[in-house]
């Protein structure tokens, strides 16, 4: 397995976690130089907050905590392609790397209604982000997930 698909593991485990604590099915990890930084899944059921995507925390926590060459470092792991909301705190973080498991595509494909279904790196282009995105990665397993919930 690659450290790509073993870090989205990771990702689809944290969306797992917020499952049990009572959130939709969202997990995100930070990585700098192949060590987690900082995990986060979804709590916005548990917060009531609109705004508590793991990966709009995880963007949050590196503008603010780390250095701007450890944000280009950093690549973003995370169980479903992050939403424009997201995308954009990603693009104003300057994270140099998102790996997602899932595709807002396939996500919407599922749900009938929730999903802005704008694809992350068409807001970061039109950002002028220099974020790379790549995936899907291991969407069947990541999927499971958001069979099993939706
Ligand atoms: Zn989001």
Redesign the pocket.
């Given at each position: 397995m690659s450290t790509d698909e073993s870090f989205i593991r990771d990702a689809i485990d944290l969306a797992r976690a917020a499952v049990d604590n009572g959130n939709t099915p969202?997990g995100s990890l930070l990585v700098v130089d192949d060590a987690v930084v900082r995990t986060a899944e979804n709590t916005t059921r548990s917060d009531d907050d609109i705004a508590a995507?793991p990966?709009?925390k995880l963007a949050r926590w590196a503008a603010s905590e780390l250095e701007a060459g450890e944000r280009e470092a950093c690549t973003m792991y995370t169980s479903t392609e992050?939403?424009?909301?997201?995308?954009s705190a990603i693009v104003y973080a300057g994270l140099g790397r998102v790996v997602y498991s899932v595709s807002v595509d396939s996500l919407a494909a599922l749900r009938d209604d929730g999903v802005i279904e704008i694809p992350c790196e068409e807001v970061i282009e039109r950002g002028n982000g220099s974020t790379t995105v790549e995936g899907p990665v291991l969407e069947d397993e990541g999927l499971a997930i958001h069979k099993a919930f939706f």
């Open positions: 969202f995507h990966e709009f992050p939403c424009p909301m997201c995308a």
